[in-house]
């Protein structure tokens, strides 16, 4: 029933932007992206940039990820326009569904509007160099999206610090989203590229009986009172506001990556209700003139990879040197009420890579420990090795705390993670990561993207 709810959700939204569009404009794009595979991928010599039109080009190309872990690599379709209706905006909208084989799924719509007085060309008819990437809080951005999940094999060992691997549990997991945010750059405060955002999604889940044979399943193993949220599967409304901070200091030799973020969970089983706010700083010293490419540029929807809001055009593969040291600390706390709890499907995880792909404790399983509280840190230098493969080392130390624990630094937990990854152009970045130096051995990540590189964020699912 949500799926159907979701799919009819994109169908308007896909009908929305395409009447929009004038529709001789969107037969021109098909039109030319034919004219691209044609081009690119008559021979085998050009199977880089054949495998680029696939993945990237628009309006139609094919969508690709690590859907999350342990639910393995999905592909499948996607659809992306970009509109300029007037010299003052820019509007994008994209859909795409993707399919792993082990049965895990994911599809969504998702629209921007840019507010720009730059016009968008409509119809490219030639392959453009691409232009620089510029600094996108200039402009402020309006998000809607629909996006629905399944995740059928998912792991919980117990919530806190302290909880065993022996204890592990397997379930499944489907969530819904609906909902839109916004970025506003505060101008008074440019020098800071300071600016406000919020959010709000309506957020609905489903506890599924998990697929690992193996493993014994959480309802049979965990209760109501040990795994909140087993029972019930409360929706929430989810509202949330922060400031961002990225000013580039000394030069540019000194870039901060600032997020406050405060969010309320509101749910008709008020036992569930709870406000949550996260704390993000991030601290990055470029080796070179250069950093990485950008993983994230708000004003693209995930399945596109423009290099800014006035260009029509992906970045192509770059073979400048760059690389980084970095710094970083991101802390959570989660409040409650009398007798209330955070569903467990809401808690923060550690440990190789949460359920939006994050890393964290690199060097333990996959969702190994899991709180309503945490607290991480990560000191990591990455640099470029040839065009654009890139190596990194990393060491991270963290913890989870359980709803009445105090979150503070004693007893973290530590991991050395060496790796390399691949940014190419507007390909979803590919990471490949060997993490040790915890008591429970070694564990080896390996992660797609989920959106362009270069292109949006997806909406959080946690």
Known sequence: ???????????????????????????????????????????????????????????????????????????????????????????????????????????????????????????????????????VSEYPVFSGYVQAISLPNLTFYGIGANTSKDDIATYGLKETILGGSANLPLGRFASWRMSLFADANARMFDVLSGTHHDTEQLSARFTETTAPGLATEPAFMQIGEGVRLRPFLFNDR????????????????????FNRWTIDLSHEVPIYDRSAPEVRLETNSPNGCLAGPTTDKCPSVTRDRWGAFSVRMLASKAMVGDGGAVPFYLQRTLGGSDLDGNRALATYADYRFRGPHLILLQEMVERSIWGPFGGFLQAEQGKVAAQNEPLNFARLRHSATIGCTL????????????????????????TMDTSLLGGGSRPSLH
């Open 254 to 273: 000194l870039q901060l990556r600032y997020t406050f973020n405060f969010q309320h969970f509101i749910s008709p089983q008020s036992d569930y209700s």
């Open 1 to 135: 029933m949500k799926l159907g709810c979701v799919l009819a959700a994109m169908a308007m939204m896909a009908h929305g932007a395409i009447a929009f569009a004038q529709e001789g404009t969107l037969h021109a794009e098909v039109r030319v992206e034919r004219e691209h595979i044609k081009e690119d991928c008559d021979k085998i010599k050009k199977l880089h940039s054949c495998a680029a039109t696939l993945v990237i080009d628009h309006p139609f190309h094919i969508a690709l990820g690590s859907i999350a872990p342990l639910n393995g690599f999905g592909a499948g379709p996607a659809f992306v326009i970009n509109r300029a209706p007037n010299e003052n905006w820019r509007t994008t909208f994209s859909a795409d569904a993707v399919y792993a084989p082990g049965g895990a799924w994911r599809a969504g719509g998702y629209f921007k509007g840019i507010h720009t007085d730059v016009q968008l060309p409509q119809v490219v008819t030639k392959r453009a160099k691409p232009a620089p990437v510029i600094r």
């Open 423 to 446: 940014r190419a152009g507007g390909f979803p970045m590919l990471t490949m990561a060997w993490g040790t130096g915890g008591p429970e051995g070694t564990h080896i990540v390996i």
